[in-house]
């Protein structure tokens, strides 16, 4: 690896951090499209990119995840039990369907682009046109668990979430603020432990992969389709820019936020629009 990729990795994950900081998601949306560029400098295309896309994207949202968490712990806004209920049948489905992507050929770049696209637009009309419950958190309250519909949002988020690499809160955060009428900030912090366990659960699946398949190590310090070597600058970024994001968010109107997100998302939506015309 050059000084001058290991800069603009550093400078991704910084990105990455200061986006996820800043309006309060999950940064994929921004690691996922450089990774793909950065791939493609790499000559790893077809099939195997998405492989490594989702893998090592996920892998970051791994440490991010648990970081997060960690500060929800501390404020007192740690929900062990709700996430536990959604995020183990979450991370059966996210491991299955992962081990099903991993195992075969059937899930290439343009299918990963058109859900990639979906949810982009989905997220966008979610957090630009309807307005999230913002109601305080009572200081005993806690969310009325029905674990069929747990177990059902689990699996369906761990699906989501191994398909896109997009973390599923487009499909949490909805179903805890809209059908369980939770706060944003309850929702929030549910959602981050649910994605961090669905996020070991994928990462296991290709880190870890069955000795009969070959994986062609093009990346450095590649193990199964994890590049350490990779990741190392861009979490270090992540770590260093997330706190000033949150700094800026607490000094910037809702109005300016949701403006900033949507020029993120529509160019976003141009790039991967124009990757799937290209196909």
């Not at 910084?14 to 690691?31: C, D, E, M």
């Not at 005993?140 to 519909?149: H, L, T």
């Not at 260093?240 to 910037?252: E, M, N, P, Q």
Request: one cysteine or more.
């Amino acid at each position: 690896m050059t000084i001058t990729l290991f800069v603009l990795l550093l400078l991704l994950g910084a990105a990455t951090g200061f986006y996820s900081g800043l309006l309060g998601t999950g940064g994929n949306i921004i690691l996922i499209p450089a990774l793909d560029l950065l791939f493609v400098y790499y000559g790893i295309s077809g099939t195997e990119s998405v492989k490594f896309i989702i893998a090592n994207s996920l892998f970051v949202t791994v440490f991010l995840g648990a970081a997060v968490s960690f500060q929800q712990h501390r404020m007192g806004n740690f929900h062990f039990k709700e996430i536990l209920s959604i995020g183990i049948p979450g991370m059966m489905s996210a491991y299955a369907m992962s081990e099903w992507i991993n195992s075969s050929n059937w899930f290439d770049k343009f299918y990963f682009d058109i859900i990639f696209l979906t949810l982009l637009i989905l997220l966008a009309v979610r957090l630009l046109f309807f307005k999230t419950n913002e109601r305080p958190i009572g200081k005993n309250e806690k969310i009325d668990i029905n674990y069929a519909s747990f177990m059902g949002v689990g699996l369906l988020t761990g699906c989501v979430t191994s398909l896109s690499g997009l973390g599923g809160g487009i499909v949490l955060i909805p179903f805890l603020t809209d059908i369980m009428k939770q706060p944003v900030r309850k929702a929030s912090s549910v959602s981050i432990g649910v994605i961090m366990l669905l996020a070991i659960s994928v990462t296991a699946s290709y880190l870890f992969v069955d000795g009969e398949q070959q994986v062609e190590a093009k990346l450095p310090m590649q193990i199964g389709y994890i590049s350490m070597l990779t990741i190392a600058p861009i979490l270090v970024g992540i770590f260093i820019a997330s706190s000033y994001g949150v700094k800026v968010a607490h000094k910037t109107s809702s109005l300016k936020l949701r403006i900033i997100f949507g020029i993120i998302v529509t160019l976003l939506c141009v790039k991967v629009a124009w990757n799937l015309l290209m196909h």
